[in-house]
């Protein structure tokens, strides 16, 4: 009797588990800036008149902007998104944020997250603590961003636990004692990430982290790599923008490998995707966003097999293999990406 009484327990569990799943489906597209109107860095800036065009448009089409911390909150507890949500986050903590974004973020009303990387708070180009507790308080949310920014996969596979794990005390620190808090978000510096740093975040509390691939947000992504589109440079334009926020997310159920170190040059990437939607006679295949005809489609029960190749050795410190495909009808695209890392080659 008990042990009926406990199966049916255990499936009613089950069910609600499978409903909470159903509904939590989400597309957050995020994207990450750097730059205000500081056309001194123009790879890494937007012109102030792009950015007030974007929330413009995210104003009059009634988008949804919330906190990434809030977003990543939600999926966790399956609190359903509602559709046209998006992510605003920036890097670095300039001061150009503080003086041309933040105006523009307080006349339409929307909020956004900032990743900040202790050792320069208050460094020259760069918000003080003081600065940052005042954006605080305006409902700007604060991540960590690392103490140093450095590049932690250089420290080689032995060593990235350790230096990574001491510069992110660091960070805590500092946070803690500045503005009292301890963000329990984190973006990593350059985008570089390992499983085994993934694995240090999650041991010290972090909950989330933002990586710098392109993408979009989704239930099935990895809460320790979520994809952001880029918005500074060439890809800080009006048509680039109102192209991502439509943008679903291609579920991609594995990667092998799953790490973006390049062990073999050039790596060749294999996923599996979940097929429910789209066609897969029309799958896109970029490489840092130059179209490569370099790839293999399979078809299977509900999953569709996609073997990525390159020519030669990758020979940039970090390539991005895109796979982008439409929808059945045509009428909606996704959007996944790839980071690769070639250890202790130069920034470009
Ligand atoms: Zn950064």
Redesign the pocket.
């Known amino acids: 009797m008990l042990s009926r009484f406990f199966l049916l327990a255990l499936t009613i569990f089950s069910i609600s588990l499978f409903a909470q799943k159903e509904t939590s489906v989400f597309d957050i597209p995020v994207f990450v800036y ?1 730059r205000f109107g500081d056309n001194r860095y123009p790879s890494t800036d937007i012109p102030v008149e792009t950015f007030e065009k974007q929330l413009k448009f995210l104003s009059e089409n009634h988008y949804h902007v919330i906190p990434f911390g809030n977003a990543v909150e939600k999926w966790m507890n399956g609190v359903p998104i509602p559709d046209s949500t998006v992510i605003l986050t920036i ?2 903590g300039y001061l150009s944020f503080y003086e041309n974004a933040l105006p523009l973020l307080k006349k339409y009303g929307f909020t956004a997250t900032v ?1 900040v ?1 202790t050792e320069t708070v208050g460094g020259n180009d760069f918000m003080n603590w003081d600065q940052l507790n005042r954006i605080r308080q305006a409902g700007i949310e604060i991540g960590n ?1 690392s103490a140093e ?1 450095f590049h932690f996969v250089d420290a080689g596979p032995e060593m990235v636990r350790h230096v990574f794990a001491e510069d992110l005390q660091k960070a805590v620190l500092a946070f803690k004692a500045h503005l009292g808090i301890s963000p329990v978000i984190y ?1 990593y ?2 985008g570089e990430w390992t499983p085994a740093m993934a694995e240090v975040l999650r041991q010290n509390g972090i909950v989330a982290a933002a990586a710098q691939n392109s993408g979009v947000f989704c239930e099935s992504s990895n809460a320790y790599a979520v994809p952001r589109f880029p918005m500074g440079g060439r890809f800080a334009t009006m048509e680039g923008f109102k192209e991502k926020i439509r943008m679903k997310a291609l579920r991609v159920v594995e990667s092998s490998p799953a790490s973006p170190v390049v062990e073999n040059n050039p790596p060749s990437l294999v996923l599996k995707i979940n097929s429910a939607g789209i066609n897969p006679h029309q799958f896109q295949f970029f490489v840092n966003g130059i179209k490569s005809e370099n790839f293999t489609v399979t078809t299977g029960e509900g999953l569709i097999g996609l073997n990525m190749q390159v020519a030669g050795a990758l020979t940039s410190r970090r390539t991005l293999y895109t796979v982008t495909v439409p929808s059945t009808d045509g009428k909606q695209w996704y959007w996944y990406s790839h980071l690769w890392i070639v250890r202790k080659l130069d920034e470009e």
């Open positions: 750097h890097d670095d990743f990387q961003h920014h973006a510096p350059y």
